[in-house]
């Protein structure tokens, strides 16, 4: 009964994001509606872990009841938004996309096997993130005699509590605090992403590209390995990259609602963990290196993120919570500084061999870096830019972080550097089709180009 109830929750959630996406002004119609709903629930999730954090820190629990009026008052608002509108037609797909699909349930089923019984038994997943959700759970609340307690400090307690709120969703949807069948609830995640980045890429790109990019994600050993151990690193990366990916469609098309998707993920980011602060900034630094014309529209959407990490950021400032390994200052604390300098480099060589490494993520960087200098060699600018400001960035910021931790660094380093990496390299994989696609349309273009006037071949 717990994993029907557990299917249920998420069912409602699905429901809920569909309401969503006619706010997001993703779906202006019925037939937009349907041919975008692979958004909705990645939206849904969102809107409930959103939701739910911040209700848990004004002593509001969120849970079947919450689910259903949320899943109620968005689909009320869907059907008065799109009443009278285009409807929907169905059209037969194509046959790589039901390949596609198939290869992916089979892929999830076969990833079920393992998360339905999978033990919590990784320190971080028990002692930081399931002790978290398990109080939200039991107390309702972001009670801070446990998320502000001194007896806590080793949880991370400054880290922000989407996470946790949304494992608290699963318990209350089950009745019960299991650790097992938790499990799903992050596999769940990853069909969200999946399902997000097709939606958000499908007219864009060729189906046979699309789908060997969103399997190659799904394939990645460490997506599997790393999900499993139910950590917050994987969960990151995969709403972050759906964020990159619809900030990439942003910049080739100008369409509003991709990149109020793209600010809705990044604020899940923000809310997820203190790492998703450096990779939004980085993002929001490379949007406004080739788009600096836009800056307006980067504007609203930064200010909507501050806007919704600000409540967090206001209960860690009221209880003087902070990071038991690094904080910002650090990076001007030169006495701390000092003899340290020399980290940087070993983090980040040690970084690039984590993301290179094919055992673990296959192909996908190589292929991401390959695919950047093509751009650049056939005239584009735009896509390509934004993808090596932001990625780099991310990389230095990372290995800035064992700079200025408070941690021996290469027991740090050694323990961290597998899973840090996630965010980087899914976001860099989202990138991937989008600039195979515009290199492909600038190389037939090209083909296709007459030679000007008097430049004519003769033999």
């Known amino acids: 009964m717990r994993a029907e109830a557990l299917l249920g929750a998420n069912l409602l959630m699905f429901l809920a994001g569909l309401g969503v996406l006619p706010v997001l002004g993703v779906a202006r119609s019925w037939r937009e509606l349907v041919g975008r709903s692979g958004l909705a629930y990645l939206c849904g ?37 799109l009443r009278g509108s285009q409807r929907a037609r169905w059209s037969r797909p194509g046959w790589i ?14 990833y079920a096997r393992a998360f339905r019984v999978a033990p919590l038994n990784r320190y971080d997943a028990w002692a930081i ?34 996470l946790p709120s949304f494992e608290a969703i699963a318990f209350r949807s089950m009745g019960a605090f299991d650790t097992r069948l938790l499990h799903v609830q992050f596999l769940f995640l990853l069909v ?78 923000l809310l997820m963990k203190n790492e998703g602060s450096l990779f939004v900034l980085a993002v929001f630094v490379g ?60 983090a980040f060589r040690t970084l690039a061999g984590q993301m290179l490494d094919p055992q673990q993520w296959g192909l996908i960087v190589p292929l991401f870096v390959v695919l950047v200098v093509a751009a650049f060699v056939t005239g584009s600018r735009t896509l390509p830019l934004f993808g090596l400001v932001w990625t780099v960035l991310a990389w230095i910021g990372l290995s800035w972080i064992y700079v200025i931790s408070r941690f021996e660094y ?32 600038r190389l037939r273009a090209r083909a296709r180009a007459p030679l000007p006037s008097g430049d004519e071949w003769t033999p």
């Open 45 to 81: 999730t969102l809107l409930a872990g959103i939701l739910s954090a911040h209700l848990a820190l004004v002593h509001v629990g969120f849970g079947w009841l919450g689910l259903a009026a949320l899943a109620t008052a968005s689909l009320v608002t869907c059907f008065w938004s």
């Open 97 to 110: 996309h039901v390949a596609g699909v198939v290869v992916l349930v089979a892929v999830v089923v076969d």
């Open 129 to 162: 993130w399931a002790l978290k959700g398990h109080a939200l759970y039991a107390f309702g609340w972001a009670d801070p005699a446990v998320f502000a307690g001194a007896a806590y400090r080793f949880a991370n307690l400054d880290y922000p509590l989407l």
């Open 192 to 269: 969200a992403a999946i399902t997000g980045l097709f939606a958000l890429l499908r007219d864009r790109v060729p189906a046979v590209v699309l789908w060997l990019s969103l399997l190659s994600v799904a394939l990645a050993p460490a997506v599997f390995d790393q999900l499993l151990t139910a950590y917050a690193d994987l969960p990151l990366a995969l709403v972050f990259c759906v964020g990159v990916a619809a900030s990439g469609r942003w910049l080739l098309t100008s369409e509003r609602w991709a990149l109020a998707v793209a600010t809705f993920c990044f604020a899940g980011a």
């Open 287 to 346: 949007l406004l290196v080739v788009a600096h014309k836009r800056w307006r529209a980067l504007a609203v959407a930064a200010v909507v993120d501050v806007v919704l990490l600000l409540p967090w950021r206001i209960y860690v400032r009221i209880h003087d919570l902070h990071d038991i390994n690094y904080s910002l200052g650090d990076s001007f604390d030169y006495d701390h500084l000092h003899g340290r300098m020399g980290v940087g480099p070993i």
């Open 410 to 441: 290469s027991s740090y380093l050694d323990s961290t550097k597998a899973r840090v990496v996630a965010s980087v390299v899914l976001g860099s994989a989202t990138l991937v089709p989008l600039l195979a696609a515009e290199t492909w349309a």
